[in-house]
């Protein structure tokens, strides 16, 4: 059975973007020994699961639908009810049940499933206990407003800390395990 990891920028205020979706360099820090880190983490996954909205978010950078995001040598599975383009062996849209789709994925599938936005999609998932481990690279900033990190959910959830690092910029890297007991 595969490991869902919720992996994801986080503002100390629990904001994955601001009101608008923005998540660039006036929120998140991307330059430091922080950025090496992560790209070495991705390097442990073997898909990657995202919300249209996270998806969309590398249009403005040249990215089109259909196909795969910075992690190209992972499989990505888009989750959209609105979004339309031809799924590929790289970039599969998965329109419908989310939950359902990601329960029979994790069953399936070896290894580690990479989560990495958005909001909502985290919250339902959490909602059915799908989501078996949550690392934040916690930035130093607050914003005030924005797109949390479970979107509407409020989850009362008990968590393992397993990790942590601090890195120079002062973005800090709690991993947790779930535990839905």
């Known amino acids: 059975m595969?490991?869902?990891?919720?992996?994801?920028?986080?503002?100390?205020?629990?904001?994955?973007?601001?009101?608008?979706?923005?998540?660039?360099?006036?929120?998140?820090?991307?330059?430091?020994?922080?950025?090496?880190?992560?790209?070495?983490?991705?390097?442990?996954?073997d898909v990657v699961l995202m919300g249209s909205k996270t998806y969309e978010y590398g249009f403005q950078f040249g990215l089109k639908p259909g196909e795969p995001s910075a992690f190209k040598d992972l499989k990505h599975y888009i989750f959209s009810n609105s979004m339309q383009f031809e799924s590929n062996e790289k970039v599969e849209l998965i329109s419908g049940d989310a939950v359902e789709f990601v329960k029979n994925l994790k069953e399936k599938e070896l290894g580690k499933l990479w989560l990495c936005g958005g909001g909502m999609l985290a919250g339902s998932l959490l909602n059915e206990r799908l989501i078996d481990q949550v690392v934040l690279k916690v930035n130093p900033v607050m914003i005030g407003e924005g797109l949390l990190l479970f979107g509407e959910v409020k989850p009362h959830i008990k968590l393992e800390l397993t990790d942590l690092k601090h890195f120079e910029n002062g973005v800090i890297k709690p991993t947790y395990n779930v535990n839905y007991s």
Request: no cysteine; proline share 0%.
């Open 2 to 45: 595969a490991k869902l990891i919720y992996h994801i920028a986080v503002t100390v205020d629990h904001f994955i973007a601001d009101i608008d979706g923005k998540a660039d360099d006036s929120i998140f820090l991307y330059n430091g020994d922080h950025v090496t880190d992560f790209l070495e983490d991705v390097k442990g996954y």
